[in-house]
């Protein structure tokens, strides 16, 4: 279950949506034991609100809030990310950005490795540079 909301604060377009993990009902044997071992690494619930704004007209500025609550057996703990990117249109074809990932936290926990139960933190804050051609 999923809902998508759109809303404009004085020319920036602000889009949010949240998550909630559904009931599922296997046909199989196979698909209860999938669902069995998935089912504590899967997050109650997750939400997101994102905002673009184009300050000019070949640049653009993308920034995005995410939530995830902690797995129902807390194996993986609630967290919240920030995402942001500045973008420049360089010619019609090319584009040109600037991309900050996850920056809020240095490392966290987004997935359990089913098999190892593995507990270290394993994905990180990032920044790149990002060229793209777009015909």
């Known amino acids: 279950m999923g ?3 759109g809303l404009g604060v004085r020319g920036i377009p602000l889009v949010g949506d949240a998550l909630l ?5 296997p046909g199989s044997e196979i698909a209860q034991s999938s669902i069995d071992l998935y089912a504590d690494s899967t ?5 997101r609100v994102s905002a673009t704004w184009n300050p000019r007209p070949n ?3 993308f920034s995005a809030v ?3 609550s902690s797995t129902p057996e807390a194996t993986i703990p609630s967290h919240t990310g920030f995402d942001l990117r500045l973008a420049w249109k ?13 920056l809020l936290d240095t490392r966290h926990r987004e997935f359990a490795d089913a098999f190892s139960r593995q507990s270290e933190p394993n ?3 990032s920044a790149f ?3 793209t051609f777009e015909r």
């Not at 993990?21 to 009902?25: A, E, G, L, M, N």
């Open 3 to 5: 809902s998508d909301r």
């Open 21 to 25: 993990r559904d009931t599922i009902s």
């Open 43 to 47: 997050p109650e619930y997750e939400s």
């Open 59 to 61: 640049w653009q500025v």
């Open 66 to 68: 995410r939530h995830s």
């Open 90 to 102: 360089v010619h019609p074809y090319w584009e040109m950005s600037i991309v900050g990932q996850d």
């Open 123 to 125: 994905i990180g804050r």
């Open 129 to 131: 540079l990002r060229l």
